[in-house]
C-alpha cells in the first residue's frame, strides 16, 4: 500500500469528480476564446486531451492519495465511447431512479438548460448510452470489480 493523503480523507468520491465537473467549467472560457472547443455540446480532440489530463490528475490520483494506492486505479477512460470498464473499475452514477450507470462524460445540453456541462452522458446496464440532466445526479461512486 502506498501513502495516503490526509487532507482527502474527508472528501467523498462525488466531491471528487464534482471538482473535475468543476474544473472543465472553469477551464470552458480560456478553451472557447482559443479555439479548443467550439462549445460545450460539441467536444473535440483539444478538448478530449485536456479532459484526459484532468480526469487523471484531479480524479484517478486523487483516488490513489485518498486510498493509498500504489498506483492510480485504472478505470474507464473518460470521454469515450464503446470502452468497457477499467480493470479497476468505473465510476457509478447514481440517480434517484438507478445507481446502475456508468459515467461517460459531461457535456452541456440546451435542452436541460443554459448552464456549462449540465448533462451527464451514461451508459446504462444494458451498455446503451443515454444521457441525463447533472441535477439528476446524486452521486458518484468508485464501483470496483
Known sequence: MGETSELLQTVSETEIVQSFHG?????YPILLKLDCIEDDTQLWDPFDRIADLLWDELVLQSLKW????????????YGF????????GYIRVRT??????????FIGDRSVGTALFNAVDVFESTGAEVRIPLAEVISFHWERP
Not at 485518498?66 to 477512460?77: E, R, V
Open 23 to 27: 474544473a472543465l467549467s472553469a477551464l
Open 96 to 105: 434517484a431512479q438507478t445507481d446502475q450507470l456508468r459515467l461517460l462524460r
Open 81 to 88: 465511447s464503446g470502452v468497457q470498464p477499467g480493470i479497476d
Open 66 to 77: 485518498k486510498y493509498g494506492l500504489d498506483s492510480k486505479p485504472q478505470l474507464s477512460a
